[in-house]
């Protein structure tokens, strides 16, 4: 019997361990039992099995991040399951983007420059985890560390992207859509494109793509381009926020950016800056993680730049803004939306006498706190910060000195005789009478105020360029609205770039009232439908942020159905139940609105 050679021999061998290794890997990657019946229960929609199950499973495998998740997605479905929320989606969506936003910072804020938003950001992190882990305890879901939760997310988001869901489980299928922006964030393109696919007839889950600008660019690229898309619209306003990341890393490196100081300000105007500087970290959700996924590495604190965008219609601007230090000027730089890309505005002077403003001085536009586009005239008002001298009335009650005479009988010696005509001495004489009377009266004069410098610009679209127009200055609570070349003031609270006529007209139909707040609502919830039974305390308001000022008095327009032109407004609102956006006349939304709705809003503006 022949022997067999080393050859085959080796060959054999090579093959036994070939094939273990493949059976180790095949049992590697096959679930745990309890796992793979939870699978089949979630996909039945049978999640009180499926949380049982998984339970099992963590008896044994405690320290399964992935375990965990799926433990933590079963209990979610149970309490939508019963549900009939018809925003349950936009109310899903909007929690996805705020578990992203909190990721990302948690990943990326050792490689952000925090000088100055460390302690805000700090704090936003700090109450965000304890209301998770308040929620974890809760249910029983042992997570122990932040690293579990972002790694036990990332198994669910791969399990629901390849899962075949029943087509009638709205919430699970919701959930499988935004999945494909979690992949898409690691650089998964062919989730991308099933992102775009999904949002063909769900187009609020674009709102996701900012949340993987980098993979999502090209793809949404190729979307606005497509003939016979049905999400042309949709898609230009999320590349928008993707391409306008580049812009603003642009300008964050074209200075250095700081924040605004007391001894930055001009004597007599100390006023206008508090002891503490003011950040403008939180811009609005889409807005803040482009900001934050600029500025990933770079040298500039989030909080020291400001971005808004302004919409009208086809119009889109993005501004931005900040006190460069360095050269101790309030710097912003326009961004005109033309042509599927981001052109940056030249300034140029309005008098014929001059061609332009020296180069030096190029996009060193005023600092834009609050800017405004008026799309009727192609106007943008941009706002400085200013102490002002203004002519001011008020009601004094007084008292008004009256001297008169009255008739009075008193005693007359010489008057007296005893057996004369006078006898008694007594003659009526007249005695001098003072009163005082109460009256009010209107008195003038003169105070030192805050407010804003506006600033006009006019559009010249071929160029394109900002041409400086006009400069008004307006205590604060007014704003300047340009109606037919002439600057009035805008009494409205609306963020939005329209500006309302001075006098608003009559809606066409009767707007209903804004409803109750719900149980669980927030503050803001709360104080804007208030404000349709009451004027607003200064005492409330005071309390409240900035930004939740900004809100509270967006609210009440809100809870009247104005549909707003603001991105970050949209969104926002979108995920209240009780807003149905049915308006977008400002001047009917006004017109509707309370006597203690439009108190309250002055009182948001006198403190903003």
Known sequence: ???????RVVTLVALVVLASACVAWWLARRDPPHLAAAKRHLVAQSFESAEAELRLALQDRGDDASLKAFLAYAILRQE?????????????????????????????????SLPYSRTEIKDALAETERQLIDVFRRHRIPFREWSEVRNGITSVAEWLASSHLDPGDRIGNTLKDASHAFLAARGDVSAARRLIAAAAIKPNLLALTVMAPQTMRTVLEEETRRSGSFL????????????????IREFATSGSFRPLRRQDIPEGQMELVGDKATLYLFDGEGLFLCKLTALVGASTDPGVIRVQMLTAGDHWLLLLSGY???SGLNRCRPYLWKGGRLAQMNVVRGSSRSSGLPEEVRHKLPFAEEARYVPDEQMLLVPVRRMGTVNRTRKETAYLTLRSYRREMRYNPRLYRRWGYYYGGYEYVRVPVVESLPYERQVRYKERVAGNEWHLFAFDWDAPSLKWVHTLWLPDGSTPVVRAGKVRRDQTGEDSAQAAAPEPSKPDTELSPPPAPEAGTDEIDVLSAAAALRPLEVAEVRGLSSSQRRLLRNAIFARHGYAFASADLRTYFAAKSWYRARVSDMNAVYASLSSSEKVSIETIKALE
């Open 1 to 7: 019997m022949r022997r067999p050679s080393n050859r």
């Open 80 to 112: 939508l399951a019963d549900s009939e929320d018809q925003e349950l989606d936009a109310s899903l969506l909007a929690a996805i983007y705020g578990y992203y936003t909190l990721a990302f910072l948690k990943e990326h804020t050792d490689d952000l």
């Open 232 to 247: 042309t619209r949709e898609t230009t306003e999320a590349l928008r926020l993707v391409v306008a990341i580049d812009a």
């Open 324 to 326: 460069d230090g360095k």
